[in-house]
């Protein structure tokens, strides 16, 4: 439905990008360098950029106000800063920080690093576009009122929230979101309507009611009760939900106690298998869309953003789906995040790899178990449990309700036709991008084993190099044969001496000097850029 190969395409953001700083140019003034930029594992998704030191500048300014001031930015030099061996020596401190800021997936999800390596997708201005969507909105709903937008709340690049209350309805402050179409979105206009007011409709003790839904062909608006805890990660981070982003989430997170995480699991379980039961596709668990509701019977935990599936957005952890290559459905998508969450409040903190088999010695025992059959190598190779494995899990105990919310979801016939070809189109693209991520992994490995015979050959060169000169050299130094004596001629008469003459003084000999060994290859000395190097440097090598 969408071509990437397009500037105004729909492109999925959680695909990390890679960036190499590939040249230099000098304009006389200042350095400008060539950075290639590749998205994902698809080698088709590589373009060029090129930025100034002052531009990296700026992004690191920007990373140091959230708080990330020990990333390894170079420093200024005011003299001498077109100079070839400063600009080079630049220009690998640059990489070093590329690599830094790309590694680390918070901050190379951010606008600003995606705006930096990617101008042409991420150059429009998002914020302004949600806020005139939702003026639009709010005109046509004159009982709804904006009190104040909620700036940079979120992860997701192309969401935006504002806090907003209804005049006409006891509902109490709501938080009204506007999200843009994702890449994965393959719904017409008259099903997407159809499905947003669905939305409305569905009720569970333990999924976040939506009190209203509207979509256009750019997006769609949702908005449910604001919950003044905020969500499970705000919960785990001690962090205030209106905060921004970064300020809310990058410091340390604690841990909830085992009896906690047994409730939040079992809430958690039966909200998804209920989605699943009644075939509606989820896919999109993660810490920050569990809203917590505080109640003096205890913590209530909620899904949120049932319409992330309906808008094609990619998961949080599709990267780590895709890398993982055991995740087929939203069903196993559904049970892997859970195991991600469920790391993040045993551990208190977030899993970066596809897979672990280091779970930290304090994990109780029984929250061990689980989280091994979910993220460890054996079950990424011998397939993970499914959620009613799970919820049939001792640890997980049946908990009381206290709400009285009937479960309600109601699809129809097409409904369900429809949810059926966005499922199939869901799978396609990550059995696609499964593909993509192997095909990069057998290339990696053979060039690898092309590196490491060559090194071999590198290393036997030499050796035979060096027996073949030992051998020469040998021969040269071996002293000639003698040459036949030749015959002895007769004596010459001597003649008499002359009277009462001294006898002349016989001259010095010369020293003898031994004669100079040969030169071997070892010796010889190669110049290269301004340096001399050895054949042995080169053989070390």
């Not at 105004?8 to 000098?26: V, Y």
């Not at 340390?252 to 596709?281: C, H, K």
């Not at 991520?437 to 035979?464: C, G, W």
Request: proline share 8%; charged share 20%; with cysteine.
């Amino acid at each position: 439905m969408f071509d990437e190969s397009s500037a105004l395409s729909i492109i999925d953001d959680t695909k990390p990008l890679t960036a190499i700083i590939t040249d230099t140019e000098n304009n006389g003034s200042y350095i400008l360098y060539e950075i290639k930029v590749h998205r994902g594992s698809n080698s088709d998704h590589t373009w060029t950029v090129q930025h100034r030191y002052s531009d990296f500048a700026v992004l690191n300014s920007t990373l140091q106000s959230w708080g990330l001031t020990d990333l390894p930015f170079p420093k200024k030099k005011l003299f001498g800063n077109l100079d070839r061996g400063f600009v080079e020596d630049r220009k690998k401190a640059l990489q070093v920080y590329l690599d830094v800021v790309l590694q680390n997936t918070l901050v190379s999800n951010t606008l600003e690093v995606k705006k930096f390596l990617d101008p042409s997708h991420y150059d429009d201005n998002f914020e302004e576009e949600a806020l005139r969507q939702t003026s639009m909105l709010l005109r046509a709903e004159p009982h709804w009122k904006m009190i104040e937008p909620l700036k940079n709340i979120g992860h997701r690049i192309k969401r935006s929230f504002f806090l907003v209350n209804c005049e006409t309805e006891v509902v109490g402050k709501q938080i009204l979101s506007w999200t843009e179409i994702g890449p994965y979105y393959s719904f017409s206009g008259k099903e997407m309507s159809s499905l947003t007011k669905l939305l409305t409709t569905i009720q569970h003790p333990y999924i976040t009611p939506v009190t209203m839904a509207s979509f256009n062909q750019s997006g769609a608006h949702v908005s449910r009760p604001f919950h003044t805890s905020g969500s499970l990660r705000d919960l785990l981070c001690a962090s205030k939900p209106k905060s921004p982003f970064f300020k809310k989430y990058m410091g340390q997170r604690s841990t909830l106690s085992e009896n906690e995480i047994a409730v939040a699991g079992r809430q958690l379980l039966e909200a998804l298998v209920f989605l699943q039961d009644r075939g509606f596709p989820y896919g999109h668990l993660h810490s920050g869309n569990i809203m917590v509701d505080t109640t003096s019977n205890g913590n209530i935990y909620k899904l949120s953003d049932l319409e992330n599936f309906l808008l094609g957005l990619p998961s949080k952890h599709r990267n780590l789906h895709v890398q993982h290559g055991g995740i087929k459905n939203t069903n196993d998508a559904d049970v892997y995040n859970f195991g991600l969450v469920l790391y993040e409040m045993a551990t208190g903190s977030v899993l970066q790899t596809p897979t672990t088999d280091m779970i930290p010695a304090t994990v109780p025992t029984a929250i061990r178990g689980i989280l091994e059959s979910i993220l460890s190598t054996s079950a990424q190779r011998d397939g993970i449990p499914t959620l009613d494995d799970l919820i049939a899990d001792i640890f997980f105990t049946p908990t009381t309700s206290t709400t009285h919310v009937q479960p309600v979801l109601k699809l129809t016939n097409k409904h369900r036709q429809a949810i059926s070809i966005a499922t199939t189109c869901y799978e396609t693209s990550l059995s696609n991008d499964h593909k993509s991520v192997n095909q990069l992994r057998q290339k990696t490995k053979a060039m690898q084993r092309s590196m490491t015979d060559e090194k071999k050959k590198r290393r036997k060169r030499p050796t035979r190099e060096n027996s073949v000169n030992n051998k020469d050299r040998n021969q040269v130094s071996a002293p000639p044969p003698a040459a036949p004596a030749a015959p002895a001629a007769p004596p010459a008469p001597s003649a008499p001496p002359a009277p009462n003459a001294p006898p002349a003084p016989a001259a010095p000999s010369a020293p003898s000097t031994p004669a100079p060994p040969l030169p071997t290859i070892e010796d010889v000395k190669i110049t290269m850029f301004g340096k001399s190097y050895s054949y042995s440097d080169f053989n070390n090598r």
